[in-house]
């Protein structure tokens, strides 16, 4: 089965750049999305097909993916970014995989 | 504004069986593929099933497959998971999401609030 690895945790300080991996087998070959999740809350499509962004989320997130790697990166990061996000992708033999998620902590 | 209300969790003895559904409104139900996607407590996202907006095909995860049965009434805007034999290991909150478009291989672009399921004796 197709499985996303991602780190367990991240930490940013105020006002920085934080980046999130996703590592996958040649994982460039597919459509790549993310979702954020802030605790006793639903999960929230932040980034979808690699680079783009749904209406309502600001442009600090976004995307890229080549090779055996995704990445989320979340630019001038905010307080209210502290959240769970996991990447996801659609793979012909397991069908929806998520990534094992990472947490993303606010210095 | 897309709605999705779960409801039907509940607790459940191990081997018993549980109904949710998943009543969808603020879009045209009857052209999206739909998904139940799962969490344990404290763990990660987990695929269950998906359905596409006709209901003629379906997809299931090994780990529900043969236990687990999706379904969709169009005429009614709501998405059922039919739950039976259920295991201590299905205990986990329950999301409907929507894909964002009529087929299933796509960005799951909104979520329901979750039912939560607890499987336990």
């Known amino acids: 089965s197709y499985e996303l690895t991602q780190p367990l945790s991240v930490s940013v300080a105020l006002g920085q750049t934080a980046s999130i991996t996703c590592g996958g087998n040649n994982i460039g070959n597919k459509n790549v999305h993310w979702y954020q999740q802030k605790p006793g809350q639903a999960p929230v499509l932040v980034i979808y097909k690699d680079t783009n962004r749904p209406s309502g989320i600001p442009e600090r997130f976004s995307g890229s993916n080549s090779g055996n790697a995704a990445t989320l990166t979340i630019s001038r990061a905010q307080a209210g970014d502290e959240a769970a996000y996991y990447c996801?992708?659609?793979?012909?033999?397991?069908?929806?995989?998520f990534g094992t998620g990472t947490e993303v902590t606010v210095l | 504004e897309v709605r999705l209300l779960e409801s039907g969790g509940g607790l459940v003895q191990p081997g018993g069986s549980l109904r949710l559904s998943c009543a969808a409104s603020g879009f045209t139900f009857s052209s999206s593929a739909m998904n139940w996607v799962r969490q344990a407590p404290g763990k990660g996202l987990q695929w269950v099933s998906s359905?596409?907006?006709?209901?003629?095909?379906?997809y299931y995860a090994d780990s529900v497959k043969g236990r687990f049965t999706i379904s969709r009434d169009n005429s009614k805007n709501t998405l059922y998971l039919q739950m039976n034999t259920l295991r201590a290991e299905d205990t986990a909150v329950f999301y409907c999401?929507?894909?964002?478009?009529?087929?299933?291989?796509?960005?799951?672009?909104?979520w329901g609030q979750g039912s939560l399921v607890t499987v336990s004796s």
């Open positions: 996801q992708v659609w793979d012909s033999r397991s069908a929806h995989v």
């Open positions: 359905i596409s907006p006709r209901g003629d095909s379906t």
């Open positions: 999401a929507k894909s964002s478009r009529s087929t299933y291989s796509v960005e799951m672009d909104y």
